[in-house]
């Protein structure tokens, strides 16, 4: 039997100097250039896009004859070559949402580099804060050791690295490791914790079926928010005045940076609430119900036609950035790769009508969700009060239950009473991955 492996990615914090950094982003944009130049090579063509052989001399040809190509190393180039042509497999693929592969342009493309040889990167672990790396054409750089490595620490987790990937972002350079982890063996035994719905939101980020909240502060502190709104404002001010069609100035530009750096910090901090909620999620419980949502769809822009304009199109612009905030389609990947590892499952139910219906007597009556907050059920046979999130939560976890055959209420309690109106289970959207033991 073939052995399952597992690859994961861990990042950590280049530390460089200014020639480094330097070097660093020039074979950046040499990559940028080399899929420019493969893309107008592939796509402008009378017969067909090139094929993988005729991109490979070509990429060869030019190395020879080009002298900046050469800046690139030889490696990277060949992963260039290999990430452009998967994605035009991605696109070519029904079932892929990716979209036609483009040019890359200077200032709106991330700035990455690959070394997929994992020997190329010598790892040495130098204290307990610090660890460096053979970065190609660049040296020895030193970066944060915050994880043992797979197969580079004694003692550490069994598995490899097999390459990294350089990105760039508005605080720096940074190094994504890819690792690859054998299946445990034996075979682990399956996770014995309980099942949990879990409803999200934005005044309550992660409401469970336990009646836990789990909520964050703010991305930023008050003072960085002020200091994001004054950059902001400054920023429109500049271009406003700049007139149209010039670059931008110099001075323009290192508001952009300060904005960036600001936007990249708030976006670090939700990770690192995310992932650490979502280890604590998977490790504690067996199976994780949430809610299928088309967050595209709800996010969709209400400014509507000059003939026929949106309504509240402020309150709704702003309740998509506070969607966008809270990235729910994120906590639910985490979710699913961490459960996974745990030998557990996260499974997506039907969305509508979980925060109208009463988990305890499950029926809908208007009027029954009284705030955001409370909820208040109208049925004379159940008058369960309690919080909306609380009880959205259990009528996912209600809803899993009653597809696996099992009626029970979102708590494990028996009905109450006859129903106003009941509404019809509705059917799992993802079947369970694993049979299910009968109650």
């Known amino acids: 039997m073939e052995t399952v492996k597992r690859v994961r990615a861990h990042v950590a914090r280049l530390d460089l100097d200014k020639r480094q950094s330097a070097a660093l982003d020039a074979q950046a944009h040499t990559a940028r250039a080399l899929w420019n130049l493969l893309h107008e090579y592939t796509t402008f063509r009378p017969d067909r896009l090139a094929s993988l052989k005729q991109c490979d001399e070509a990429i060869r040809t030019a ?113 994504v490791f890819r690792a690859e982890l054998p299946a445990p063996a034996p075979a682990p035994a399956p996770h014995a914790g309980p099942e949990i719905g879990i409803d999200r939101g934005i005044a309550v980020p992660l409401a469970l079926s336990t009646g836990e909240h789990l909520k964050h502060d703010q991305w930023l502190t008050d003072s960085e928010a002020a200091r994001l709104l004054r950059l902001e404002r400054k920023s429109a001010r500049q271009r406003a005045t700049r007139k149209r069609g010039t670059p931008p100035s110099n001075r323009e530009k290192r508001t952009y940076d300060q904005i960036a750096k600001l936007r990249a910090t708030a976006k670090r901090r939700a990770l690192d609430w995310q992932h650490q909620t979502t280890t604590d999620l998977a490790r504690r419980f067996s199976v994780i119900v949430v809610e299928d949502l088309n967050i595209g769809n709800m996010m969709a822009s209400a400014s509507g036609t000059i003939e026929e304009p949106g309504k509240n199109v402020a309150q709704k612009r702003g309740l998509n950035r506070a969607i966008a905030g809270e990235a729910w389609g994120r906590t639910v990947d985490f979710l ?104």
């Open 336 to 439: 699913t790769y961490k459960s996974a590892d745990r030998c557990g499952q996260v499974e997506k139910v039907a969305p509508h009508g979980t925060s109208q219906e009463c988990h305890r007597c499950h029926t809908t009556i208007p009027g029954s969700r009284e705030t955001q907050s409370r909820f208040a059920c109208k049925n004379p046979a159940c008058g369960w009060i309690g919080n909306a999130d609380t009880n959205a939560a259990r009528n996912q976890l209600h809803r899993y239950n009653s597809a696996a055959g099992r009626a029970v209420t979102g708590r494990g309690d028996s009905p109450v009473g006859g129903s106003v109106k009941r509404q019809a289970s509705c059917p799992i959207v993802s079947p369970a991955s694993a049979p299910r033991a009968a109650a």
């Open 63 to 175: 190395r020879r004859e080009i002298d900046w190509l050469g800046g690139l190393p030889a490696q990277a180039a060949q992963a260039v070559l290999k990430t452009y042509r998967q994605a035009w497999a991605n696109f070519f693929n029904p079932d892929h949402p990716a979209e036609r592969p483009a040019f890359k342009a200077r200032f709106r493309s991330r700035m990455a580099i690959d070394v997929p040889q994992a020997r190329d990167l010598n790892i040495i672990r130098i204290n307990r804060r610090w660890g460096s790396v053979n970065l190609p054409k660049v040296g020895r750089v030193r970066f944060r050791w915050t994880k043992n490595l797979p197969g580079v620490t004694k003692g550490g987790p069994q598995g490899r690295i097999t390459g990294a990937r350089l990105v760039k972002d508005a605080l720096g350079w940074h190094i």
